[in-house]
């Protein structure tokens, strides 16, 4: 699909860095003071300024004096296993002597704290369950806990329908009477908060009389890896966060486990950023809750010991191999549905829903990612949950928030949706399977209804072309670690034109450049990863504007400029 490249918007104000090159991609990025520039852990929002932690932090107090079975319930990706992890260390550090954890099965049971899920919680004896990264919307499983007597905490992020669970406190800064400034932080991040004020209510009941107070600055590797695999907005409290756990992982105090998925990963530790967590090291983390069970990926963040922590990183890496593999296969048997149904998603298609009942429940999220990136539309994609009920994960684009339209398409349609969450850019949901037809055709409908034509081109945004005293190794390098980057604070990529004078495809699916800028300079080794091998190599195409990434290649000692070509747009 031709996209349109659009370069970013100078924000106006005055220079917030003495780079010129650092300073003009900062202020296209909104930031409009060098104080935003400032990674520093004591500019992290206070604890206090997060609703109903005073509640929670009392609940626990109290349970730590009566010394009560806490039982913490996550979620199944990346984000949940790591507030998992950290919730069941800091506790243990804080001295609470029954901590144990429960993560629901995604096959069996599905998202969040349901019925079952609270029993297996009342086999393993919970006086006090704690939610991590969900909880908000699990109002029947709550419900069954507090009837038999078991106090509830809810952590979450995600947001609040209209009916809010009956749990004891519910911690939520998306919650409406909460005024936390910052609405994006991780479950992870919401879970090291409550950690956070949990020991100074420690301190303030002088409960470390007798011993030291556990640095709890040691579970920032475990936040910036759940924030940076949610794939939640990096704002200014984010991307403290993010600093924070990259400074630990890269001084190498982090836990074994972080440390073993990067050594399966064969990443250099030492030069460690954002981006290595959300490309190589989460889906590893994740592979475990996609084709097994995150238990797996919990167990190798809980791992004392480098020896356990490797082998679990080895089934880890396997299980990523096998998800690669379904996912492949998958993304074939959609692109083919689409190519047969071509007459019906062309010009009138503003959403597309796809279903195959043998389809891995497990990767549904990364099909849609994939389907809505090639085709910039927003996608759901089905298999089957059980008999007659389809499980879908649902991914959007730019100006159409995804739970939005699926309650609306409840509160129009309630026989269609059985339930659904989410945010404005993911969400999941389930339906009755005879109704897939009806609602492949209202999302489709309401979907126009709602978009804007323009926000069906996409659109890439650059910061703008690198002159050629500008295409070195140090720019990379500064550009690297200038971040943390991520969701809505970008990465940086340029534009170019440039004669093509080799292409070849490498590794079965990468093509291999060798190019030049038009206007002169030196010629650098170019690649885009999975390329659309239908297309290239392309030997017609002597010339091209180019959207790149500008990274470092380094072979046997030798490091050179290499461009990261995230797409390629022809000249006549």
């Not at 389809?390 to 026989?415: K, N, T, V, W």
């Amino acid at each position: 699909m031709l996209k349109r490249i659009e370069r970013r918007a100078l924000a106006e104000g005055v220079a917030v860095c003495d780079d010129p090159l650092l300073d003009r991609i900062y202020r296209s990025r909104g930031i409009a003071t060098v104080q935003h520039l400032n990674y520093a852990l004591k500019f992290m929002l206070p604890p206090s300024l997060l609703s109903h932690l005073e509640r929670a932090t009392k609940l626990l107090i109290e349970a730590y004096q009566q010394q009560k079975n806490i039982v913490i319930v996550g979620d199944f990706d990346a984000d949940g296993a790591t507030s998992i992890a950290l919730t069941v260390l800091a506790l243990r550090q804080l001295g609470f002597q029954s901590v144990d954890y429960l993560v629901p099965d995604r096959f069996e049971q599905g998202y969040g704290l349901s019925v079952s899920v609270a029993q297996q919680a009342l086999q393993k004896q919970a006086e006090l369950v704690i939610t991590v990264d969900n909880g908000v919307s699990s109002l029947e499983g709550i419900d069954y806990l507090k009837q038999h007597q078991v106090q509830v905490i809810v952590t979450d992020h995600h947001l609040p329908g209209e009916r809010l669970p009956n749990a004891d406190v519910i911690v939520n800064p998306n919650l409406r009477d909460c005024g936390f400034p910052s609405k994006y932080l991780a479950g992870v991040g919401v879970a090291f908060y409550l950690m956070v004020a949990l020991r100074a209510a420690f301190r303030e009941h002088n409960l470390f009389a007798d011993r030291a107070e556990p640095n709890f600055a040691e579970l920032l590797d475990l936040v910036a890896l759940g924030t940076v695999a949610d794939v939640v907005p990096l704002d200014y409290n984010n991307r403290i966060l993010v600093s924070q756990g990259l400074a630990r992982i890269r001084a190498e105090h982090c836990h074994c486990g972080i440390r073993a998925l990067i050594e399966v990963a064969n990443l250099d530790i030492t030069q460690l950023v954002a981006s290595n967590l959300g490309f190589s090291i989460a889906p590893r983390l994740n592979a475990a809750g996609r084709i097994d069970n995150m238990s797996l990926g919990v167990e190798l963040l809980l791992a004392e010991t480098m020896e356990q922590a490797r082998a679990l990183a080895l089934e880890l890496d396997t299980l990523n191999q096998t998800r690669k593999e379904i996912e492949t296969s998958m993304k074939q048997e959609a692109l083919h549905f689409l190519r047969e149904l071509k007459s019906t998603y062309q010009q009138d298609t503003f959403a597309i829903a796809l279903y195959q009942p043998d389809w891995h429940q497990g990767v549904l999220g990364i099909l849609a990612a994939r389907m809505k990136d090639q085709f910039h539309r927003p996608t759901v994609v089905f298999a089957q949950e059980e008999q007659g009920i389809l499980r879908g994960s649902a991914r959007s684009i730019e100006g159409l928030h995804i739970r939005d339209l699926l309650e609306y398409i409840h509160s129009q349609h309630p026989e269609i949706i059985i339930k659904f969450g989410g945010h404005a850019m993911a969400a999941g949901l389930s339906i009755n399977e005879a109704y897939f037809p009806k609602f492949q055709q209202l999302f489709n409908q309401y979907a126009k209804a709602w978009l804007d034509e323009k926000a069906l081109q996409g659109v890439i945004y650059t910061d703008g072309e690198l002159n050629s005293q500008e295409m070195n190794v140090a720019t990379a390098e500064k550009l690297q670690f200038a971040g943390p980057w991520g969701q809505h604070f970008p990465e940086p990529q340029f534009d170019g034109e440039f004669r093509i004078l080799q292409q070849r495809i490498v590794g079965e699916k990468h093509l291999k450049m060798l190019v030049e800028p038009l206007a002169g300079g030196n010629m650098f080794d170019a690649i885009q990863f999975n390329a659309d091998t239908r297309l290239y190599p392309d030997l017609s195409i002597k010339s091209a504007r180019m959207v790149y990434h500008l990274a470092v290649n380094e072979y046997r000692g030798n490091r050179q400029v290499q461009l990261l070509v995230n797409y390629i747009e022809a000249l006549g």
